[in-house]
Antibody, heavy 116, light 106 residues
């Protein structure tokens, strides 16, 4: 069965960077794009960007351009999302979600807390 | 930038029909998806490609999309359907989400 397993919760100071991982299993890793979505406390879903695990190409939401980097490791079927220059407004749950025709599969979410 | 607007809240009595709208410029030219999210859980896809239901999603969930508006309809609403619902325009980057609607089953 398809599974997306994310790394654990993180606490970071303002200005630092965080790298969240998402390990995929149960399907051919390079056959589906992977998206990243975040949700601040009490807020809605926010699309961050997308990576093609096959070639590594990416596309980011304009809001995160210059601060986000998405990468992949095909040997471990893992995608990564790194967000830099963290500020308190980046406190949120970060999700990976498999693309296709809608997000049929989601990771369990990773809480990133930015606090001094 | 592209925006999708949903009503903040919808209330429905058990057994009745709840309709949630999602408005965006020429949304009907794109595919619409709908997600259900309960507190503390990852979202769940309930409708994709405007009107298709993933396996395991009850038949009481249905969708449509035309013009500038996509609609999620929950027929015979049950208490377990109380949740937040988000639409999404599935076209190409950026994959925008709607503002979200809280459905309360009274």
């Amino acid at each position: 069965q398809v599974q997306l397993v994310q790394s654990g919760a993180e606490v970071k100071k303002p200005g630092a960077s965080v790298k969240v991982s998402c390990k995929a299993s149960g399907y051919t890793f390079t056959s589906y794009y992977m998206h990243w979505v975040r949700q601040a406390p009490g807020q809605g879903l926010e699309w961050m960007g997308i990576i093609n695990p096959s070639g590594g190409s990416t596309s980011y939401a304009q809001k995160f351009q210059g601060r986000v980097t998405m990468t992949r490791d095909t040997s471990t079927s893992t995608v990564y999302m790194e967000l830099s220059s963290l500020r308190s407004e980046d406190t949120a749950v970060y999700y990976c979600a498999r693309g296709g025709d809608g997000y049929h599969y989601w990771g369990q979410g990773t809480l990133v807390t930015v606090s001094s | 930038s592209y925006e999708l607007t949903q009503p903040p809240s919808v209330s429905v009595s058990p057994g009745q029909t709840a309709s949630i709208t999602c408005s965006g410029d020429k949304l009907g030219d794109k595919y619409a998806c709908w997600y259900q999210q309960k507190p503390g859980q990852s979202p769940v896809l309930v409708i994709y490609q405007d009107s298709k239901r993933p396996s395991g999603i009850p038949e009481r969930f249905s969708g449509s999309n035309s013009g500038n508006t996509a609609t999620l309809t929950i027929s015979g609403t049950q208490a377990m359907d109380e949740a937040d619902y988000y639409c999404q325009a599935w076209d190409s980057s950026p994959y925008v989400f709607g503002t979200g609607t809280k459905v309360t089953v009274l």
